[in-house]
Structures are given as C-alpha cells and as structure tokens.
C-alpha cells in the first residue's frame, strides 16, 4: 500500500500548537508503519461525498482526515473534531478527467439568496463587469485543470470575483486562470505518456507525495511550513531532474524560486551520481549559511548524501583552494581600490577623469580581465562601457591603473578577481579537480573571472 502525503496536510499541521503537532506525527508515523492497526481508531465519516474518507483519532480531540482505498493511504488534513470533520464532507479527492492529475476538489454548493425587501431611495445600478472567460471552451477549461463542476463559475468570474475563486481551485487551474486573465497564455504539461496513476502526473506532485519510509515522513513533518523541501512545482521538477549536455543557466524574477531549484538540483546530482561531489555555491557568507541550513532540511535523513555537498561562498571558496593549491592570500577590500586608485589618479597630473570612472573602468576592464600590461589594456574590447576612449586616454588611463596596481602589490594585497583567474589557470588541464559538478546561485551577478574559475574548477562539462 502506497503511505502519501497531501500539502493540505502539512498546511494544517502547521496551524497547530506544539503539543498538538507532536499528537498528529505520531498517530502519522504510526499510521505509515502499520495502518492495519485496530488502535488507529478509523471512523467512516457518513456525511462526507467522498465516500473513501475517514477520520483518525491523533487526541481526544484532534483528528486526521485520511483517504484510504485498498491500494493508498492519505494523508488530507489534520485539525480539531469539528472543524477536521467540516473540510472533508466540503471536499473529495478525484482524476481530473482531461488531465489525468488527482485533485482535491473543493465541492461547490449551491447556495439560495432570501431577498428581504427594504424600502430605500432607488439608485442607479453600476454597470455589470464583463466575464473573463465566458468565450472560453469546455475542453480548453479542463485542459488546465478545472474541475468540470467548478466550469459555469469560471466562466462567469470578473476581475473582482476571480482571486477569490482562484483559492477554491487546483493550483494548476488558479495558475492557468490567472495567467489568461492578465493577457498570457498558460503553459500546459506535455506529456509523451500519460502516468497510469494520477499521483504521478506532474500537476499531481505538486500536492501529493508518496513517502517511501519513516525519514522520508520526518523530514516532511518536522518543518510542515517549509513546503519546497517536499513539493515543487511541475516546471521546477523538471529544472531539477533535466539531463543537460553542458552547462545551463535557470533565469527568473525575483521570488519564482531560483534558489530552491539550486538546493534540490544539487541533491538531485548527488544522488543520482553516488560518485559525485558537489559544489553549491552563493555570493555571500551568509547566503552560503542559509543555504547550508536548508540544505540539511533537504537531506536530514540521508547524511551521508549531504556530505557529498559543499556550500561555500565564492570568495572564501576561491581564498581556502588558493591557500592549500598555490599559498596564501590577503584579499583587496573595495575600500583598499578604492583608496589605491584615488591616490594613483592624484599622482598622475593634468587629467580629468573623475574617481567614479576609474573605479568603473577598473572594476569592469581591467580587474575584470586581469590586465597587467599596457599592451594589454590598450588591444582589450572595452565591452559594455559606453565611454570610446582613444589610445591616448587610454594612456593616461593606465599610468594610474598601473600605480594602482603596483601599490596593491606592496601591501600584499590581491583582488578576488586576481585569485579566481589564478585558480582558473591553476585547475585548467588538470585531471584532478576539487569537484564533478557546482550549481551556482545567483549566478546572475557572476564575473569574468569567476565563470572561467567554476568552467576549470569541475571535472564533467554536463549538467552544472
């Protein structure tokens, strides 16, 4: 029998008090190790349509709404007696039948308005809003998911009506609806074969997950709130699990979930390569903490597959492999440039660039490439600098840039940019890297110099 839990689930669980959280687990775990057990307490629930849904004593008053057939057992919701009760006779799980994805359907009741008269002043009626989907077809509809009975109310929804019906659907039918409303089109699942269990349709998965063991359920349960540990949604899953030739790049607004695609594509890689290790890396200490901390809610019970992973921030990634692989190094601050180019611009007399330019020019041509020479700052392809400049300015240019350049030197001090070329140089042609593969996030904001440190830092050219 297939133990599965529903993110309705986990969503109530997380409403819960401590104690009662800890009720509900247990009865949960205790149900996935031996659901025949007569203590479970299973009560038919008569006033519910689905006809497969029954209740689970967790406490004396905590219940737990469970859909059971002969082949499945799932986990809906969770709360006290009367409320648990009251969201499984308003609810029923079925296939939807154009998509083939099981749903939790909220059933829609009919609801009869009592007009009681009142004498006021008449006032004119506001002119009546236009349906959004009222020229919509039936097959169209349910090509993204809406239930069949929910049809008439989609197509009379309005923009003032329409948010509130979109919490009443399926994710995949809310999605689909609101990206029609605001002029897109919807991106439908494509699937080659058609899963014959409507748990394993891609929009299904989004909601429901088999639990293959007691850890699995743990880790699901013990951070109900965290969500993205255990559902994703369809396109995330197959960013995650996509077999890539080369590199590839996931671009996205903020909040569309870049960085828990990083977290579970890098699980993924690990597990799905026993031999593998692997980099996730971030911009900041404490983007790498945080990434760290979800990490182990990821892989809380596969320890050893985590330590296949490592999370480190680019700069103190790059500074601990130049320290063991080439010597140590002490890092130029911005403020450490900055002060190297402003005493270097005020040695060089009888020019008019200001302090604002040459740090631009510095951070994007000549730190960016490494330049050192002046053969080479004056044949470099000034790309994305708006400025020409002529091979005089240029001239001038570079007499600061190479003071700058020679007063870092005698502090002891190198740029970022310089040890990630180092490093790129160092790892190039070598047989032995320091990992496979690296999932980057925010890779966005990555450099010349540290593109060319993570092509030479992994070993497999795939699937980074």
Request: charged fraction near 25%; hydrophobic fraction near 40%.
């Amino acid at each position: 029998m297939n133990f599965l839990i529903a993110d309705t689930f986990t969503d109530s669980l997380a409403r819960l008090t401590g104690d009662e959280q800890k009720s509900a687990k247990t009865t949960a775990f205790d149900l996935q190790i031996n659901p025949a057990n007569p203590g479970h307490s299973f009560h038919k629930l008569d006033g519910a349509k689905d006809k497969n849904f029954w209740s689970v004593r967790a406490s004396s008053d905590l219940r737990i709404i469970v859909h059971k057939t002969s082949g499945s057992l799932l986990l809906c919701y969770v709360d006290h007696h009367d409320k648990a009760y009251d969201w499984a006779e308003r609810r029923k799980l079925e296939t939807h039948p154009k998509t083939g994805a099981a749903q939790i359907v909220e059933i829609r009741e009919t609801v009869q308005e009592i007009l009681v008269p009142v004498y006021v002043q008449a006032q004119l009626p506001l002119p009546a809003k236009k349906p959004l989907f009222a020229k919509r077809s039936d097959d169209e509809l349910l090509g993204y998911g809406v239930p069949e009975e929910w049809l008439n109310d989609v197509r009379q929804a309005t923009e003032d009506s329409l948010l509130l019906l979109a919490d009443r659907l399926p994710a995949e039918a809310a999605e689909a609806l609101l990206e029609l409303a605001t002029g897109g089109k919807p991106r439908v699942a494509k699937l080659e074969t058609p899963p014959t269990n409507p748990f394993e349709h891609p929009d299904a998965q989004r909601r429901f997950r088999v639990m293959t063991n007691v850890d699995e359920l743990k880790q699901a349960l013990d951070f109900p709130w965290e969500k993205w540990t255990v559902f994703l949604h369809p396109e995330q899953q197959q960013l995650v699990t996509r077999d890539y030739a080369g590199s590839a790049r996931v671009s996205g607004s903020a909040g569309t979930g870049k960085t828990i695609v990083a977290l579970h594509r890098a699980v993924h890689l690990a597990r799905s390569q026993p031999d593998a290790r692997v980099l996730l890396s971030t911009f900041t200490d404490a983007l790498a903490h945080a990434l760290r901390t979800k990490l182990k809610r990821l892989v809380g019970s596969e320890p050893r597959l985590g330590e296949r992973i490592d999370v480190h921030s680019l700069e103190s990634l790059a500074v601990r492999l130049h320290k063991a692989q080439i010597g140590p190094v002490q890092l130029a601050t911005r403020e450490d440039v900055k002060a190297a180019i402003r005493a270097a611009s005020g040695a060089v007399p009888d020019h008019r660039f200001a302090l604002q330019f040459l740090l631009a020019e510095w951070e994007h041509v000549v730190d960016a490439w490494n330049l050192s020479t002046w053969e080479e700052y004056r044949d470099v392809a000034r790309l994305g600098r708006k400025t020409r400049l002529s091979e005089a300015q240029r001239s001038v240019l570079w007499s600061i840039f190479e003071r700058a350049l020679g007063e870092l030197k005698g502090k002891g001090l190198t740029t970022p940019s310089s040890v990630f070329t180092a490093l790129a140089s160092f790892f190039t042609g070598k047989e032995t890297r320091p990992f496979d593969l690296a999932v980057v996030d925010e890779a966005q904001d990555l450099s010349i110099s540290q593109l060319r440190f993570f092509a030479a830092l992994v070993h497999r050219p795939a699937n980074n």
